[in-house]
C-alpha cells in the first residue's frame, strides 16, 4: 500500500491524480479534492494517525504533509514546529522501520554560502524552516534504511490548468505570475534571486519512479540555476503569452540571493534532468 501525506496540496495532489489507483491511497485533513482514494486525517493527532496507519499498513510513504511557506513559518513558530517537525515525529515513530519513506525537504537546508552545494555540503540553515526541514531529515534517517530525501526548491507547473481543480488557493509564485501576465496585469520578479527551479509534471513522474527505487538517500533536485525573472520569462514564451507590457525586472533583498544546488548525483543514478 502506497500512501500520500498532503494530498490536497499543490504537489500532493498531482502526484495523487498519476498514480491514483486501488494500491494509493491519499491523505488530507482540510480541503477535499475531487478525487478517489483518498481519506481524511488529523495529522497532529498522533490517535488519528495510529488508527490509519493500524488501518492502511502502508509499505511506502510519499510525506508531503508541511507547513511549506518560510514566512510564516517565521512569524507562527508553534503552528510550524507542528504541522512540519510534529507530523513527521508521529508517522516516523508509528511506521514499521521497513517502511519505504520519500520525503521532499527544501534548499533551505543551506545557506547559499557554497557555490555548488551536493548532499555532502554541511547544511547551515539560516531560517526556522530551515532548520524544522533539517530536524525531519534526521528523524527519518535514524528510524529507516530504505528512504529517499528529496531536497527541492520553487515548485511550479508549466501553467494553472491542471491545478484548477483543487479546492485552494495555489501559492506558487511563478504560477501566479503567469496567470497575472495572461491576465494582462503587471508583475514584478526579481532579476538577481536565483534558485533552482522543479517543474510540477516532471516532479510527479520522478516520484512515481521513486516507489520502486532502491537507490536510497538524499539527492539535490532541480534545473540548473537561474533568476525567477528569467524563469518566468521562459515559461512565457513556452506559453505564448505576451510578457513585454506586464513583466517587470526588478531586484529583491532575499536571503540568500543565489541558492544553487549540484544535481549531478541524481542525474547520474537514475538518469533524470530537471529542465
Known amino acids: ?43 497532529t493527532n498522533k490517535s488519528e494517525v495510529k488508527k490509519m496507519i493500524n488501518h492502511l499498513k ?36 508509528l511506521l514499521d522501520k521497513d517502511t519505504h519513506l520519500i520525503f521532499t525537504s527544501s534548499d533551505v537546508v543551506l545557506d547559499g554560502s557554497h557555490s555548488f552545494p551536493d548532499e555532502d555540503t554541511q547544511t547551515s540553515p539560516k531560517t526556522y524552516h530551515g532548520e524544522l526541514k533539517i530536524q525531519c531529515e534526521n528523524l527519518i534517517k535514524e528510524k529507516f534504511d530504505r528512504y529517499h530525501i528529496i531536497r527541492l526548491s520553487t515548485i511550479h507547473s508549466n501553467y494553472d490548468d491542471n491545478i484548477s481543480t483543487i479546492n485552494k488557493p495555489i501559492n506558487s509564485y511563478i504560477n501566479i505570475a503567469l496567470h497575472k501576465v495572461k491576465s494582462c496585469q ?18 510527479t513522474s520522478f516520484l512515481e519512479n521513486l516507489v520502486v527505487d532502491s537507490n536510497y538517500g538524499t539527492y539535490h533536485a532541480g534545473s540548473k540555476m537561474t533568476s525567477y ?40 543514478t537514475f538518469k533524470f534532468k530537471f529542465s
Open 229 to 268: 525573472y528569467e524563469r518566468i520569462l521562459m515559461l512565457c514564451k513556452e506559453n505564448d503569452l505576451d510578457y513585454r507590457k506586464y513583466l517587470i525586472p526588478i531586484e529583491g533583498n532575499v536571503k540568500p540571493l543565489m541558492q544553487n544546488l549540484n544535481t549531478s548525483k541524481l542525474e547520474k
Open 1 to 43: 500500500m502506497i500512501c500520500i501525506t498532503g494530498s490536497s496540496g499543490f504537489l500532493g495532489f498531482s502526484l495523487l491524480k498519476k498514480i491514483n489507483n486501488n494500491n494509493t491511497i491519499g491523505i488530507y485533513n482540510k480541503n477535499k479534492p475531487n478525487i478517489n482514494n483518498i481519506i481524511k486525517c488529523d495529522l
Open 186 to 203: 503587471n508583475v514584478e520578479a526579481f532579476t538577481n534571486v536565483k534558485r533552482c527551479f522543479t517543474r510540477l509534471d516532471e516532479l
Open 58 to 93: 502502508p509499505n511506502i510513504l510519499i510525506h508531503l504533509a508541511a507547513l511549506p511557506n518560510p514566512r510564516f513559518n517565521e512569524s507562527h513558530k508553534f503552528d510550524a514546529k507542528l504541522l512540519n517537525v510534529g507530523i513527521t515525529e508521529s508517522l516516523v515513530d
